[in-house]
């Protein structure tokens, strides 16, 4: 009778902890999936990454004002795309998402031909300040105004330069930093699932 109760506890034990840490795997598995979900202005209204379920896409931070950094980021993304050709893949299968860092200044529409100019599949997305202060956490991305007395422009906006790649599922596959033709290429084989 003593050995038929230790294996009853035993066996409830053992399936208690099983349940256990399939309820925690689910809630990582949630909030790992979530991380990154936000609800943004576009040209064509509210959007969120997971109405972009179905497409490869690449979120980059920036603004249309950007001297430097921007133009030169989404110049190397197109690059990398085209040095892809043998892959047969285009702009038309990478999704770029262009989200502002100035949103006093931006508009959808604005982020809208910026992006296109460099790259011919993009799209602006702004958000309200508060809001973008949270989203810019989420994704890890510091930026600041600056003053810029006796130029054209009243301010600048330093900000830290990374691409963020997720597949059609909307999982994050890759975010990188070092942005050259080949890193960002071999990002997107990533994200095609290309060996």
């Not at 973008?132 to 906006?157: C, H, Q, R, T, W």
Request: hydrophobic fraction near 40%; charge should be negative; glycine fraction near 4%.
């Amino acid at each position: 009778m003593e050995k038929h109760k230790i294996i009853k506890t035993v066996v409830i034990s053992f399936i208690s902890l099983f349940a256990a840490v399939l309820v925690f795997g689910a809630i990582v598995y949630y909030n790992e999936q979530n991380k990154y979900e936000f609800k943004g202005q576009s040209s064509q209204g509210e959007i969120s990454l997971r109405d972009l379920r179905g497409h490869n896409v690449v979120i980059y931070f920036g603004y249309t004002y950007c001297p430097d950094v921007c133009p030169v980021t989404l110049e190397t993304l197109s690059k990398a795309v085209e040095s892809l050709k043998e892959y047969n893949i285009t702009a038309k299968d990478l999704l770029l998402l262009y989200v502002t860092l100035d949103p006093a200044r931006d508009t959808p529409e604005a982020l809208d031909e910026y992006a296109l100019w460099f790259y011919p599949n993009g799209m602006g997305i702004r958000f309200e300040e508060e809001d973008l202060k949270k989203i810019a956490k989420k994704y890890n991305i510091k930026y600041e105004i600056f003053p810029m007395e006796g130029s054209a422009v009243d301010y600048s906006v330093a900000h830290s330069s990374a691409l963020f790649f997720f597949n059609k599922d909307g999982k994050l596959i890759d975010r990188i930093t070092n942005l050259t033709v080949d890193n960002i290429a071999a990002s997107i084989k990533k994200v095609m699932d290309i060996k």
